[in-house]
């Protein structure tokens, strides 16, 4: 009987220790502070983060986040456009370091146009070709809140990301 319990204590403990260790595996490993400027990994499809604590609400028009360490890349949204159009994207940041933006993707062309990177206010109107584009949040090591709003021309077409 000594044995089965001392057998069910290791095989225990194995699992305990198996699950810290992936855990901890799980939270920075493939993210680095160079991810902010990285413009192939905001080029790629997929989408990579990890947030301690988020708090987000997401409309077609408008998001507001607030979070604490966040890394990685979040699609927010994806536009459309079969012929050209504007977009007018207004952002309101107050993170705690640089290491922060928003950018737009222009998956067709491979182009990533910042909107706002660390703190503060941006307000322009992009001209978009006929494409498919995505707005992305993206950070290292980041906490703060930010708000963003979207007025979209006649021929853009805006889909929210699907939340996790």
């Given at each position: 009987?000594?044995?089965?319990?001392?057998?069910?204590?290791?095989?225990?403990?194995?699992?305990v220790?198996?699950?810290?260790?992936?855990?901890?595996?799980?939270?920075?490993?493939?993210?680095?502070?160079?991810?902010?400027?990285?413009k192939e990994?905001?080029?790629?499809?997929?989408?990579?983060?990890?947030?301690?604590?988020?708090?987000?609400?997401?409309?077609?028009?408008s998001?507001?986040?607030?979070?604490?360490?966040?890394?990685?890349?979040?699609?927010l949204?994806r536009l459309?456009?079969?012929?050209?159009?504007?977009v007018?994207?207004t952002?309101?940041?107050?993170?705690?370091?640089?290491?922060?933006?928003?950018?737009?993707?222009?998956?067709?062309?491979?182009?990533?146009?910042?909107?706002?990177?660390?703190?503060?206010?941006?307000?322009h109107?992009?001209?978009?070709?006929?494409?498919?584009?995505?707005?992305?949040?993206?950070?290292?090591?980041?906490?703060?809140?930010?708000?963003?709003?979207?007025?979209?021309?006649?021929?853009?077409?805006?889909?929210?990301?699907?939340?996790?």
């Amino acid at each position: 009987m000594k044995q089965t319990i001392r057998l069910v204590a290791i095989i225990s403990l194995c699992f305990v220790l198996a699950s810290c260790t992936f855990l901890g595996n799980l939270s920075l490993g493939s993210y680095s502070p160079d991810l902010v400027d990285d413009k192939e990994r905001m080029l790629q499809a997929g989408d990579s983060f990890f947030y301690r604590n988020r708090d987000i609400s997401l409309t077609n028009r408008s998001a507001n986040l607030s979070f604490r360490g966040f890394h990685g890349i979040e699609t927010l949204y994806r536009l459309g456009c079969d012929q050209s159009g504007t977009v007018t994207i207004t952002t309101s940041s107050s993170v705690d370091t640089t290491r922060y933006k928003l950018v737009l993707v222009d998956t067709v062309r491979e182009e990533v146009i910042t909107l706002i990177q660390g703190s503060g206010y941006a307000s322009h109107t992009h001209n978009l070709k006929a494409g498919r584009y995505h707005i992305k949040t993206v950070g290292y090591d980041v906490g703060g809140t930010v708000s963003m709003s979207l007025s979209a021309g006649q021929g853009v077409t805006v889909s929210t990301q699907s939340m996790r």
